[in-house]
């Protein structure tokens, strides 16, 4: 490929002109006020789009709210709480071996329905989704339902008894998310 000449603007302007004035039976002047004025409205409508489109009102913008954080709580007022709501705890022993600031083992028991799941507090909901990540590829954990919320964690036992096994989940929603969400409805 051989390079390309560069572009000489004196030439393509004679070109122009030449060609305007053939097709058009034009003179030269005339075919230069042509071009002229045809530059000119190109400009116009340029300078006129620019001003219309600096001077327009700025799209409206949503501000937003953040929504509240949610609040920080231990195992041991949540056990309190989910035992004011009724969820019937028959027994409850803390748990050693985790980072949580507090752990607990609870059953649950309704008839012959029994429930077990484990309830551990985090300092930060950070914490707390370190080791429901940590947990959750835990194969002693693996069937166990992990929930978590804030700086919550829920794990269910999969021997639990199907009619005690949302219990936890639905009391720990109502409890620590509602408060500060109220546009969710409860589990």
């Known amino acids: 490929m051989t390079p390309r000449a560069p572009l ?3 030439a393509s302007v004679e070109r122009g002109l030449r060609a305007i004035e053939q097709r058009t039976g034009w003179e030269r002047g005339q075919a230069l006020i042509a071009v002229a004025a045809g530059l000119v409205i ?17 799209a409206p913008t949503s501000t937003r709210t953040p929504a509240p954080t949610l609040a ?4 041991s007022d949540l056990l309190a709480r989910f035992t004011a709501a009724g969820l019937p705890i028959t027994k409850r022993e803390p748990l050693k071996g985790w ?34 990540y940590l947990t959750a590829r835990n194969p002693n954990y693996a069937q166990w339902t992990l929930t978590q919320v804030s700086n919550i964690l829920l794990l269910v036992s999969p021997e639990s008894a199907a009619s005690l096994r949302e219990r936890p989940a639905t009391l720990l929603a109502q409890v620590v998310t509602l408060p500060v969400r109220p546009f969710l409805t409860p589990p």
């Open 99 to 132: 980072s949580a600031n507090e752990a607990f083992r609870v059953e649950l028991g309704s008839g012959t329905d029994r429930a077990t799941f484990l309830l551990l507090s985090y300092a930060s909901a950070a914490a707390a989704g370190a080791d429901a």
């Open 8 to 10: 000489d603007v004196e």
């Open 42 to 58: 190109v400009l116009v409508c340029c300078v006129s789009g620019s001003f219309a489109v600096l001077s327009a009102e700025p």
């Open 72 to 75: 920080l709580y231990t195992a």
